[in-house]
């Protein structure tokens, strides 16, 4: 079934871990959580900065698809609900700013990474929110990637990302729910109504799929990352996992997911899906994406303006230290 170069799961977790201390090794063996002060290598010290970097990047990038519709929402009471939940994001990539910083780094030196193009956010939020029920084709199934995709974090192996994943993933929860109740309000609406939240699943399914990554034989860091206990289980995985938990969902609602060739496939125990174009996933995180440009421009004009705050913080904290100094 294998070529000769096929490699047993340990075999490839071994070989990753070859140049790995024994006492790191033994500490992953035993599935020890790692914490800031512990010793560990430098290579798994950079991925970590930068999948939490990364990470903190898409829930504060992930704010202006969302915050599009603040100001449009249908009534008070979902225009509270969104208001809350784009401010839930901005909590998160806070959370995940201060678990990079416990590795070391300085949060304004990431953000410097960001804004200049160095480090990079996910693919999912260079897509604009056209309708309103955009805004729940994001809940429903941009926060329910993000679950699936999170809640495994929830047992990485580095102590601070992990405990932030459990609230995180907590709020994603409810993030999904609240998308999948607008879509289930419209797809029992008018006519129009149910079209409008057919058009936003049909435009964001695919870019959903996309955003758990590669292929596994297109993914540079996954067998690294699992081996460290990073990452749990492969992009393809997670990615099986999601569709086998939105088919259900999809039906609950009444709406079709874009991909006739979905369907339960017995002998896997899974669902069966189209092949993905993933040149469009390398085209967006290249920058080439719909809205890119105006989510960095943005995100970019956003920092400059808030200059003075940051400076008015650090201005007052200096002062309440030379107080406390003094006293
Ligand atoms: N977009 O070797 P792999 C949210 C890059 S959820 C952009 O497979 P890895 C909640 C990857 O960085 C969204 N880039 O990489 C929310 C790597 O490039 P590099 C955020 C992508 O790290 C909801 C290269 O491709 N969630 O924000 C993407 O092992 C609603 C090769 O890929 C997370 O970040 C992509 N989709 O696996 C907020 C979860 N995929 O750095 C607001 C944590 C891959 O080597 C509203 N992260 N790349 O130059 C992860 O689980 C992993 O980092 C993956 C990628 C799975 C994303």
Redesign the pocket.
């Known amino acids: 079934m294998y070529g000769n170069d096929y490699e047993t799961p340990d075999a490839q977790r071994a070989r990753q871990l070859e140049d790995t201390p024994e006492s790191f090794r033994e500490l992953l063996a035993t599935e020890g959580r790692v914490e800031p002060r512990d010793e560990m290598p430098d290579a798994y010290r950079r991925?970590l900065v930068?999948?939490i970097a990364?990470?903190a990047h898409?829930?504060i990038i992930?704010?202006q698809?969302?915050g599009n519709w603040i100001s449009r929402a249908p009534s008070l009471r979902r225009k509270a609900i969104l208001m809350a939940?784009v401010q839930d994001?901005a909590g998160?990539g806070l959370y995940l700013y201060a678990a990079a910083e416990t590795l070391g780094v300085d949060r304004a030196d990431l953000l410097d990474a960001l804004h200049s193009g160095r480090?990079?956010?996910?693919?999912?939020?260079n897509y604009p929110t056209l309708t309103w029920a955009d805004v729940g084709a994001?809940?429903w199934l941009?926060?329910g990637?993000?679950i699936v995709?999170?809640v495994p974090?929830c047992r990485c192996s580095y102590g601070p990302y992990a405990r932030a994943m459990v609230r995180v993933c907590k709020e994603?929860s409810f993030?999904q729910r609240q998308g999948f109740e607008i879509l289930h309000t419209l797809s029992h609406g008018s006519p129009a109504q149910k079209a409008m939240a057919q058009d936003a699943v049909d435009r964001y399914w695919f870019p959903a799929l996309?955003?758990?990554?590669?292929p596994d034989d297109?993914?540079?860091?996954?067998a690294r990352?699992m081996a460290w206990g990073i990452?749990r289980h492969s992009?393809d995985d997670?990615r099986q996992r999601f569709v086998d938990m939105t088919v259900p969902q999809a039906q609950a609602l009444d709406l079709t997911l874009p991909d006739p060739e979905i369907r339960w496939n017995e002998d896997r125990g899974h669902h069966d899906f189209a092949e993905i174009d993933f040149t469009e996933?390398f085209e967006?995180?290249k920058g080439n994406g719909p809205c890119n440009q105006q989510r960095m421009e943005h995100k970019v004009r956003a920092h400059e303006e808030g200059a003075w705050v940051r400076e008015a913080a650090a201005a007052f904290a200096a002062k309440q230290a030379a107080g406390e100094g003094a006293a």
């Not at 996309?210 to 590669?214: K, V």
Request: charged fraction near 20%; charge should be negative; proline fraction near 6%.
């Open positions: 991925t930068r999948q990364q990470h898409s829930e992930g704010m698809p969302e939940k994001e998160h480090q990079k956010y996910s693919s999912i939020f994001i809940g941009v926060d990637a993000a995709n999170q974090l994603e993030h996309m955003m758990f990554g590669p297109n993914s540079p860091n996954s990352s990452k992009n997670l996933l967006v995180i």
